[in-house]
């Protein structure tokens, strides 16, 4: 049985964590764990876990800080990502990383929360230009495996010295700490977006294509390409361009002039355009059927032709598409075997990095589902993990069998 705990406040939070340390101090060999909880719209990333108790973060919500002027935002863990989406668009201001909505690719309830955003390092299409959730979080709170109630960074971008705490808790999936506050730099909201579209363009044109739009000095501020099939008969390579709307009207025209030999663009505006960003964001294209597994795959964006290829041959099942420019692949594969981890992983050779995002139980349990790391960059992860977290109460597991 599973005991559900949520705590109202950080103080009483970091109480229930020095209990659960005691009692594992005292009861030698006591394999006592912590399960960290926000909206539970993730709860497929990452391995399965065993956990007796389940930590929600659901009342430490709020916004803490909101100031327009210094374009920064404080909120508590627990606070649902549309809260904090919607205090920004009131001021014209958003989160530049744009992050993903798992919900889509899991068919789960609740509200992603600012917390597990800042766990799990979510990001979006724009990341590709202006870099992933961690390079905009510039401050955190957050409770170890001690009891300890630590914060780190602050409200300013250049205010840390030594360890960087901050940037160490982003991707590390509540391993290293139970999250309490989070403070990010946010940027203005675009006025206006289009998307520039090509048709027809092989894997090989599209990145060429991709690679020469962000490039340019014409401020492309997302990238990507769907595959013959994949919502239209024919292959689509999407450029999005944001800002004013006169700089668009200047910009459009003189990218399309510069990718002239990829063909003459369309050009698609307002909602429809926005609509597309918010399924390539948040993987919809994939999203069924759910009884598929879903891997999320980054490499240079060079490489993404012939591995997307190398994928169609292992796989007669395969479905794909690309963004980032090509340096993000999209997978799913039958949920059999070993989901296709083997063919993959061979496929990359060393050159990247490939996650396991969605697959039963029974799969992520026995496969790695974050790419393995080499021998002394896992004995360091195992050596933080024991410095944050002795006792190995919180989410053990959740992204190696070790720890």
């Not at 949920?335 to 990359?348: E, F, N, Q, V, Y």
């Amino acid at each position: 049985m599973i005991t559900l705990r949520r705590p109202r406040n950080e103080d009483e939070l970091a109480g229930i964590v020095r209990e659960a340390a005691g009692i594992v101090r005292e009861v030698e060999g006591l394999g006592a764990s912590l399960n960290v909880q926000g909206g539970g719209t993730r709860a497929g990333l990452g391995r399965p876990g065993n956990n007796a108790v389940t930590i929600s973060t659901a009342d430490l919500s709020g916004v803490t800080l909101h100031e327009p002027a210094e374009m920064v935002i404080s909120a508590r863990a627990g606070t649902p990502l549309r809260v904090v989406e919607e205090t920004l668009a009131e001021k014209g201001q958003m989160l530049p990383f744009e992050p993903m909505d798992h919900r889509a690719i899991y068919g789960t309830n609740g509200e992603p929360t600012i917390g597990g955003v800042v766990a799990a390092n979510v990001s979006g299409p724009r990341r590709v230009v202006v870099g992933a959730c961690r390079d905009h979080l510039i401050g955190v709170r957050f409770v170890n495996g001690r009891g300890e109630i630590i914060r780190s960074g602050g409200r300013v971008m250049k205010n840390v010295t030594g360890l960087d705490l901050v940037k160490l808790q982003a991707g590390a999936h509540g391993t290293l700490g139970i999250l309490t506050e989070v403070t990010f730099k946010v940027l203005p909201r675009p006025e206006a977006t289009a998307t520039m579209l090509f048709e027809g363009l092989s894997e090989a044109d599209a990145v060429a294509a991709m690679s020469a739009a962000l490039g340019s000095p014409f401020e492309v501020t997302g990238a990507a390409h769907l595959p013959a099939g994949m919502g239209a008969e024919r292959a689509r390579t999407l450029l999005r361009f944001e800002n004013f709307p006169a700089s668009i009207d200047y910009r459009f025209p003189a990218l399309a002039e510069r990718l002239q030999r990829f063909g003459t663009p369309k050009r698609i505006d307002k909602a429809e355009s926005e609509q597309i960003w918010v399924a390539i964001r948040d993987c919809r294209l994939l999203a069924a059927p759910r009884d598929t597994a879903l891997w999320r795959i980054s490499m240079k964006p060079s490489h993404a032709p012939g591995l997307a290829q190398a994928l169609r041959e292992a796989s007669s099942g395969a479905r794909l598409f690309l963004d980032w420019g090509g340096g993000l692949l999209w997978l799913a594969t039958p949920a059999s075997g070993d989901a296709g981890a083997s063919a993959i992983r061979a496929a990359l050779g060393g050159k990247g990095h490939a996650t396991l995002v969605r697959a039963p139980d029974s799969i992520r349990a026995a496969v790695p589902v974050f790419q393995p790391e080499p021998a002394p960059v896992a004995a360091l992860s195992a050596r933080i993990k024991a410095s944050f977290d002795p006792a190995g109460l919180i989410n053990p597991g959740r992204m190696h069998a070790s720890c």
